[in-house]
């Protein structure tokens, strides 16, 4: 099946950072990227919808300065965590799509002390 | 709210048994996955059925949907210790295989 890789898997960054999580589809070019985000022991939230060129949808409630989501290609797709907080602290997944179904990646841990 | 709601929420069985896990959802859907996921993990990929579908087999697993109920199960036959993992559903409601929503999750834990 279609690869999706994720980087970093795990990050601890201090509070008030900013950090930078990496999604690529590796052998399939994905017009449309998700980003999911998993706190403990619950399901995956969706946070954004992101479009090859375009500007990323957000999720009710997600504010979209403080994750900036950029696809600038159809194998790339990256989120900001822009100033940190403990509360951002989660698992955050990304998926890419195709016409059948979602790739997910292994997800990146974020840690912010 | 979630659409897709799992039950149970915790399953715990002794190697070899079944497994069967529920999973319901609100609005009409083009086609239901199931992912499973390890601790601390990503996911993986399992099963899709279409809302066209009424079961569909792979392996172990088998996966009915009843689009009247709004439900989907999952029965996991002849379980192993390796099957230990939660266990999500995901609808898709848009017909492009784009967004889903996830269910709320069975963590299975299979007894060796």
């Known amino acids: 099946g279609a690869v999706v890789s994720q980087h970093p898997s795990r990050v601890i960054c201090k509070s008030g950072t900013s950090v930078k999580i990496e999604c690529r589809s590796l052998?399939?070019?994905?017009?449309?990227m998700f980003w999911y985000r998993q706190f403990p022991k619950q399901s995956l939230m969706l946070m954004a919808t992101?479009?090859?060129?375009?500007?990323?949808?957000?999720e009710q409630g997600v504010e979209k300065d403080k994750f900036l989501i950029n696809h600038a290609s159809l194998t790339l797709s990256t989120l900001t965590v822009t100033s940190a907080h403990p509360e951002d602290s989660s698992f955050y997944i990304c998926?890419?799509?195709?016409?059948?179904?979602?790739?997910f990646g292994p997800g990146t841990r974020l840690l912010v002390l | 709210s979630q659409q897709g709601e799992e039950d149970p929420q915790a399953l715990s069985i002794q190697e070899g048994e079944n497994a069967t896990m529920n999973c319901s959802y609100k609005t009409s859907i083009n086609n239901l996955q199931w992912y499973r996921q390890n601790s601390g993990r990503g996911l993986v990929h399992l099963i899709l059925?279409?809302?066209?579908?009424r079961e569909k087999h792979s392996g172990r697993l088998r996966v009915t949907l009843d689009t009247s109920k709004k439900s989907s199960s999952l029965l996991i036959t002849a379980s192993r210790a390796a099957d230990t993992a939660s266990y999500f559903c995901a609808t898709d409601a848009t017909g492009g295989y784009q967004k889903v929503t996830f269910g709320t999750g069975t963590k299975l834990q299979v007894i060796p």
């Open positions: 052998d399939f070019q994905a017009t449309t």
């Open positions: 998926s890419g799509s195709t016409k059948e179904t979602q790739y």
């Open positions: 992101s479009n090859e060129g375009s500007k990323a949808t957000y």
């Open positions: 059925i279409r809302s066209n579908e």
